[in-house]
């Protein structure tokens, strides 16, 4: 992997660059890495959250039926009289 340093990078490019980056809610870095893939035309490795990737890891070994139990009313919360 090869690094890039930007030098003289204007203020409030910056700054709209780390709000972006917000927005997105990625880093500084990961935004300017997605910017530059739109801008060539890559498109961005799809992204997966632990959930999904959990689920194709153990999707060969078949599924597991929960039983659920019915919800019931509220517990009386506990008093510290």
Do not use: C, W, Y
């Not at 090869?2 to 490019?13: C, G, P, Q, W």
């Not at 870095?29 to 997605?34: M, R």
């Not at 893939?37 to 597991?64: C, D, I, S």
């Amino acid at each position: 992997m090869a690094t890039i340093t930007v030098r003289n990078l204007d203020e409030r490019l910056q700054q709209r660059l780390h709000l972006r980056a917000a927005q997105h809610g990625h880093s500084l870095e990961e935004e300017v890495h997605d910017i530059l893939r739109a801008a060539l035309g890559q498109e961005k490795a799809p992204v997966k959250n632990l959930g999904t990737a959990l689920h194709e890891l153990f999707k060969p070994f078949g599924g597991v039926e929960l039983d659920i139990p019915p919800r019931e009313p509220m517990r009386e919360p506990p008093r510290f009289d």
